[in-house]
Nanobody, 122 residues
Framework: LQLVESGGGLVQPGGSLTLSCAAS????????IGWFRQAPGKEREFVTA????????YYGDSVKGRFTSSRDNAKNTVYLQMNSLKPDDTAIYYC????????????????WGQGTQVTVYS
């Protein structure tokens, strides 16, 4: 399974961005998919997870109410809509996938994309 993120960029505080993650090499609906992020000098942080069918989503406390994840299995694509962005959201965002759960420590997750940079500046 290969994961390719897109949609990162520069945005001002309060702005919005939508990240996409395109999966290939396998049928994405076999996998739970989610997003982690890593800011400079910090450990990787759980952002969100979405189950295989998209029926359930989970969010880290720092993004609840601002970020929304969704998936389109027909397109093998997962989306992360980010609203009300803050400077603390600045990080590299990684799309992740696992046959099991992605609500687990980063080191336990099987598949990772290459990451896309999100910078929130004032």
């Amino acid at each position: 399974l290969q994961l390719v993120e897109s949609g990162g960029g520069l945005v001002q505080p309060g702005g919005s961005l939508t990240l996409s993650c395109a999966a290939s090499g396998s049928t994405s609906d076999y996998y739970a998919i989610g997003w982690f992020r890593q800011a400079p000098g910090k450990e990787r942080e759980f952002v969100t997870a979405i189950t295989r069918t998209g029926g359930y989503t989970y969010y880290g406390d720092s993004v609840k109410g601002r970020f929304t994840s969704s998936r389109d299995n027909a397109k093998n694509t997962v989306y992360l809509q980010m609203n009300s962005l803050k400077p603390d959201d600045t990080a590299i965002y990684y799309c992740v996938a696992d046959p099991g759960s992605v609500v687990r420590p980063a080191h336990a997750i099987e598949y990772w994309g290459q990451g896309t940079q999100v910078t929130v500046y004032s």
